[in-house]
């Protein structure tokens, strides 16, 4: 499969929920093409250099890292790159046409394909989680996909959004979405939200390419920087079970 293997969305709604400020809120979202499957190792390998890799998702790839693979697959078939790096410091250009990460509304509506509960599907249907006993990521693209025909955004591997997690708690974080390969059900939920530093690396966290243009370079898709700024100043509780910064 090509990097390039996207599949085109309507614009649409999707609903989000933010567990730490008891706040739940619909994001209107234009026309965007989203992976009908996670990156592979042999996609990644193969343009990042080296050789090898297979079908399965790659993982063990950090934010920044994932960042640079839409970059390079934007330069290779001559699209605007759609992030400006400089040393750790990321500026999405949001009216670019090259690959990036999709923004967390992005990712559930994808994920959810128009359905209201925690899963698209039976669990062991249409994601790999612990109760499968795998101990890797599986070849993407053998459990059933969900009604916009796309593959594995619940369990095999968690993937990286665009998003900060919770800047006021966890600083620079980026969200990942989906539950992986171990995960008890309970985690792999089309509404679960992990995260982790830029640099971070995890073994069953993967990524997932999008595409889309918009006006402007502040806001899309649900994603603002300005709602980023303030969202960093606001204390409160931490939800029962997250993991401190730090931790």
Not at 141 to 158: C, M, Y
Not at 212 to 226: L, M, Y
Request: hydrophobic share 40%; proline share 5%.
């Amino acid at each position: 499969m090509a990097v390039s293997g996207l599949r085109p969305l309507a614009a649409g709604q999707v609903e989000l929920h933010d567990a730490r400020r008891h706040r739940r809120w619909v994001v209107d979202l234009e026309h965007f093409e989203i992976g009908f499957v996670p990156v592979t190792t042999a996609q990644f390998v193969k343009l990042m250099g080296g050789a090898g890799g297979s079908s399965s998702p790659v993982v063990n790839i950090s934010w920044l890292d994932a960042i640079e693979f839409c970059n390079r697959a934007s330069v290779r078939e001559g699209l605007v790159a759609a992030y400006m790096v400089e040393g750790d410091q990321v500026r999405w250009q949001t009216d670019a046409s090259g690959y990036r990460l999709p923004t967390e509304a992005e990712w559930e509506y994808a994920c959810r394909a128009g359905t209201k509960g925690p899963h698209y599907g039976p669990l062991e249907l249409v994601a790999w989680t612990g109760a499968d006993e795998v101990d890797e990521a599986q070849v993407v693209g053998l459990k059933h996909p969900n009604e916009f025909g796309i593959h594995d955004t619940l369990g095999n591997v968690w993937e990286w959004c665009w998003d900060h997690l919770d800047p006021a708690r966890y600083g620079d974080y980026r969200v990942f979405r989906g539950g992986g390969f171990a995960d008890e059900s309970w985690s792999v939920r089309a509404s679960a939200r992990r995260g982790g530093a830029p640099g971070m690396t995890h073994p069953d966290v993967g990524m997932r390419l999008a595409r889309g243009a918009f006006e402007g370079n502040q806001a899309a898709q649900g994603w603002s920087a300005k709602v980023d700024t303030e969202r960093g100043t606001i204390a409160g509780a931490l939800p029962s079970g997250w993991t401190p910064r730090g931790a």
